[in-house]
């Protein structure tokens, strides 16, 4: 423990040496444990930061009258294929939606049912690296779909997840629920969705 907060501090003292210069107004301090670095000054921007900054709009999907297929529930999750494609997990209208990376539709897939490629309560999509396309439903099922939007199977998992992402490797990290307990726990999965571990 003793390690870990001289590293904090060390880490700390590098940090401030490193920003400082004769302009900055801050302070460090100690709190309940903790060390905070707390800037008083402009930040790094100054001033007129909205002169240094500006942003523009590249691509906008979703509106409140238009087609169908952009007419999008309160909740929505979004993930992306090597191609840059957008999958957007329309929850509340039990709907996945592609889109191209210039927002141009390419298909609908999924509705509301218990039947296959039906959707009882979509919380999140990936796609995986090999484009395979992963609907977390219920968090007691993943839904497998091809990059063409065709069903290809569901699978049943042992614990509930809330949330999941293929890391480097291929392997599926995900925050499961702990049964019977309070709090969560991380799992790993195969890209198939066989457990691992926990």
């Not at 940090?15 to 905070?36: F, P, Q, R």
């Not at 921007?45 to 909205?50: F, K, L, M, P, V």
């Not at 992306?80 to 929850?91: A, E, Q």
Request: glycine residues 8%; contains cysteine.
């Amino acid at each position: 423990m003793k390690r870990a907060i001289f590293l904090v501090m060390a880490m700390t003292i590098l940090l401030v040496a490193s920003c400082s210069n004769d302009d900055w107004k801050g302070k460090v301090y100690n709190e309940n444990g903790a060390i905070i670095v707390k800037s008083l000054g402009p930040g790094s921007w100054g001033e007129n930061a909205q002169e240094k900054i500006s942003f523009q709009k590249e691509l906008s999907l979703g509106k409140d009258v238009d087609e169908d297929y952009l007419l999008f529930h309160v909740d929505i999750d979004i993930s992306f294929d090597s191609n840059l494609n957008i999958y957007v997990l329309d929850c509340g209208n039990y709907r996945l939606i592609k889109f191209d990376k210039n927002g141009k539709h390419i298909w609908t897939a999924g509705r509301k049912g218990q039947g296959p490629g039906e959707l009882q309560r979509p919380l999140r999509v990936m796609v995986t690296q090999q484009d395979k396309v992963c609907i977390l439903d219920n968090n007691f099922s993943v839904h497998f779909f091809d990059a063409q939007g065709n069903y290809e199977r569901t699978i049943k998992l042992h614990s509930p997840i809330e949330d999941f992402k293929q890391m480097k490797d291929g392997r599926i990290f995900a925050r499961v629920q702990l049964l019977q307990q309070t709090g969560l726990a991380a799992a790993y999965y195969s890209n198939e969705f066989k457990f691992l571990g926990e």
